[in-house]
């Protein structure tokens, strides 16, 4: 049975394009919006049928609509992904050829870090060190911003982290520069860099906090799931979308 794409799709697809990236409680609404905006029928539980109907018309011009997850809070998420482009050039027609080295340059102290973060000093001090046109100061706060604003970074308290929409749309490129340097995750198999790591030197295995949260949620002795070593770590609370812990 072939899958149809509606005028509900495209104006989904479209709101996609325009914003790169929505969280899934995000997309039920906007999919609702739409099929109500196109006359359409509308079923709440079937929203990645409503995803693949579009994914199969993108195919041929190799785009995807890929599901993610927030290392922070652990929620999914769905960006539209150029499957043609691993690199940062995908993002050439935003940014200049300097603004895209520093770029680079910022994601290399994010992935080799320990903690999976990058000081506004640390960027900043890279900004010297660039062989294309070199950035002022102003120049990089406000490329920083910019980062952020276009969910490529997140930053909180001066310290930069990769965005989910960054971690989704770069991980086949994360994955084949970076590939000693970056892990998955124990229980959910994604790319871990906002994590807690087994104090075992002989395991060390990394896990997201929402999944420790999920992992360890109503066990007594937490323990890690690889090497059975106690895992010393607070365990986190486990954190729904808005909607939901209000119920």
Same mark, same amino acid.
């Given at each position: ?21 929505? =969280?899934?409680?995000?997309?039920? @609404? /906007?999919?609702?919006?739409?099929? %109500? ?7 709440? +539980? $079937? ?80 900004? =010297?060190?660039?062989?294309?046109? @070199? /950035?002022?100061?102003?120049?990089? %706060? ?7 604003? +276009? $969910? ?96």
């Amino acid at each position: 049975m072939s899958r149809q794409m509606g005028d509900s799709h495209r104006r989904f697809l479209q709101t996609m394009m325009a914003n790169g990236i929505v =969280d899934e409680q995000g997309a039920r @609404k /906007l999919i609702a919006h739409c099929c %109500e905006a196109s006359n359409a029928q509308h079923n709440p +539980d $079937k929203l990645d049928d409503f995803i693949e109907t579009i994914n199969l018309k993108l195919q041929p011009m190799f785009m995807q609509i890929t599901k993610g997850m927030s290392e922070d809070s652990g929620h999914q998420f769905y960006a539209l992904v150029n499957m043609a482009e691993t690199d940062v050039t995908r993002m050439s027609s935003d940014y200049a050829d300097n603004e895209l080295e520093l770029f680079r340059k910022t994601m290399d102290l994010i992935v080799c870090s320990e903690k999976g973060n990058a000081s506004s000093t640390d960027i900043l001090n890279s900004a =010297d060190t660039m062989t294309t046109k @070199k /950035l002022k100061k102003s120049e990089t %706060e406000h490329l920083l911003n910019r980062l952020v604003h +276009d $969910k490529w970074l997140n930053e909180k308290r001066g310290e930069y982290t990769l965005s989910t929409r960054c971690i989704i749309e770069m991980e086949p490129y994360i994955r084949t520069m970076y590939q000693d340097q970056v892990k998955v995750c124990h229980i959910c198999r994604n790319i871990a860099f906002q994590c807690q790591i087994c104090e075992n030197p002989a395991c060390g295995i990394k896990i997201h906090n929402p999944c420790v949260a999920r992992y360890y949620k109503g066990r007594a002795e937490p323990r890690c799931p690889a090497c059975d070593d106690f895992w010393p770590h607070e365990i986190p609370e486990v954190r729904r979308p808005k909607s939901q812990s209000r119920k």
